[in-house]
């Protein structure tokens, strides 16, 4: 069995999701941002989920408030801005530290199995990791990279 279904996060809520939940789905996660000129991208993600969620997509946004402040919005704020502004269903979690001391264990996974160029360090808000159902990171993609510019590898991914 893949570490990656050993993880565990927390929804804004404070309720646990574990990855092992997940087993046999591939799974999408992204640090997200509602104040960052690439906030659009939620739109392109709910898009992703809406389309492929029966095939069995899962999508983890990870609000994360480490590049400018671009993510402003509380535990208890961030699924309605999400909801109102972008019609997000998929799943969100606490806000989460990609990069330092207090990095998610996920984004530690993530960045030692799919580690950037230079480094492993996220770089920006919407940086994206792809996990296939068996839970190996397949993808890692650079925050410039839209959601319709990987559905390709989705589709792969749920075959």
């Known amino acids: 069995m893949s570490d990656f279904y050993n993880l565990k ?7 646990e999701i574990s990855m092992a939940d997940f ?3 591939p799974v999408l996660i992204v640090n997200t941002a509602t104040k960052c000129g690439l906030t ?6 709910e898009k992703l989920y809406q389309d492929y969620k029966e095939s069995g997509l899962v999508v983890l946004g990870f609000p994360c408030n480490q590049f400018a402040s671009q993510e402003p919005e509380t535990n208890d704020t961030i699924v309605e801005a999400c909801r109102i502004n972008h019609g997000v269903t998929f799943q969100l979690t606490e806000r989460a530290y990609v990069n330092g001391k ?9 960045k030692k199995e799919k580690g950037g160029f230079p480094t492993s360090r996220i770089k920006w808000n919407f940086t994206k ?7 190996k990171v397949v993808k890692r993609y650079a925050p410039t990279t839209t959601p319709d510019k990987i ?3 989705i589709v792969l991914a749920l075959k």
Do not use: C, M, R, V
Not at 9 to 15: D, L
Not at 102 to 110: A, G, Q, R
Not at 129 to 135: E, N, Q, T, W
């Open 23 to 25: 087993e046999g789905k």
């Open 40 to 45: 659009p991208q939620f739109d392109g993600l």
């Open 102 to 110: 207090n990095t998610h264990p996920i984004f530690k996974f993530l």
């Open 9 to 15: 996060a927390k929804t804004p809520a404070g309720q």
């Open 129 to 135: 990791f792809l996990i296939d159902s068996k839970g």
């Open 151 to 153: 559905e390709d590898d």
